[in-house]
């Protein structure tokens, strides 16, 4: 029996039938055709077993990043039926299966962020932005996060919810339009 392909049989049938947004439709599409190219997890000559490589991956991150700042709010629940269908097509294959369970929390984890600092894992992203060399300053219920002159966000906490102030600048260079467009399609999601 063929094994269900992610892009074809899932991806693209969550998609079809989603009633998002054309431009959420075609990042999606185009994030995991680039991402099948280089982890090679088709159904179709490739293995799927690398699904899981590409689901605990930075390309992936960055996917879930979009997804998450989608202003639709469709963003979310669309990798969510991606993510759910994923886990009934693999079941079979327990790598794929802890890939995405660990996605799908990050996912449900982060819709209860009124419920405090532990559903946004705040702790554990501290961490990590202090393992990438970010400066991170914590005082009451205000977080603030540096790097170098050219990045911060400041986080508070208070009695309506959550106040986040960001500043960013710098440069980057791409290799292709298409590279641009998606660094430009991200960042205009944040506006």
Not at 13 to 19: C, I, N, T
Not at 83 to 90: G, I, M, N, P
Not at 119 to 141: I, P
Request: net charge positive.
């Amino acid at each position: 029996m063929q094994r269900k392909d992610f892009l074809r049989h899932i991806v693209n049938r969550v998609l079809a039938s989603s009633g998002a947004p054309r431009q959420l439709i075609d990042e999606i599409r185009q994030q995991v055709g680039k991402a099948e190219d280089k982890y090679k997890f088709h159904a179709f000559g490739g293995n799927v077993r690398r699904l899981a490589e590409y689901l605990n991956s930075s390309d992936f991150d960055q996917l879930l990043l979009y997804v998450k700042a989608e202003k639709t709010g469709k963003g979310r629940e669309v990798m969510k039926r991606i993510l759910d269908e994923t886990l009934k097509a693999y079941m079979d294959l327990d790598e794929v299966v802890r890939a995405v369970k660990k996605r799908l929390e990050e996912l449900e984890g982060e819709t209860v962020e009124a419920q405090g600092a532990r559903a946004l894992g705040l702790e554990e992203l501290l961490d990590m932005l202090r393992e990438r060399g970010f400066m991170v300053a914590r005082e009451g219920e205000r977080v603030t996060i540096r790097r170098g002159d050219n990045f911060t966000v400041e986080v508070e906490r208070g009695q309506e919810g959550f106040h986040v102030s960001f500043r960013v600048s710098g440069e980057r260079r791409f290799s292709s339009r298409d590279d641009v467009s998606r660094f430009v399609r991200s960042l205009a999601s944040l506006a």
